[in-house]
């Protein structure tokens, strides 16, 4: 499940709700099912995470290339 896309997790994860809502399923099921869920979820946060931790990793190299241009131009 690690490989699985975000946008794939995304999407099972509304089948899994869609199922969970609509399906005759027993419990047993549905408790397996929600664990699934679960499991999704967390590795949606932790992708959405990595994407933040790297897109602030980005933005701080822009900061630093912004700086050291605005130095340069001052000398």
Excluded: R
């Excluded at 932790?46 to 290339?65: C, F, H, M, Q």
């Amino acid at each position: 499940m690690k490989d699985l896309k975000f946008e794939d997790a995304l999407n099972k994860l509304e089948d899994i709700a869609e199922k969970l809502e609509t399906a005759d399923i027993s419990l047993d099921d549905s408790l397996k099912v929600f664990e699934e869920g679960n499991d999704l979820v967390k590795l949606c946060l932790k992708k959405l995470n990595e994407a933040e931790k790297k897109i602030e990793s980005i933005s701080k190299d822009l900061d630093i290339d912004h700086v050291a241009n605005d130095q340069d131009e001052q000398n």
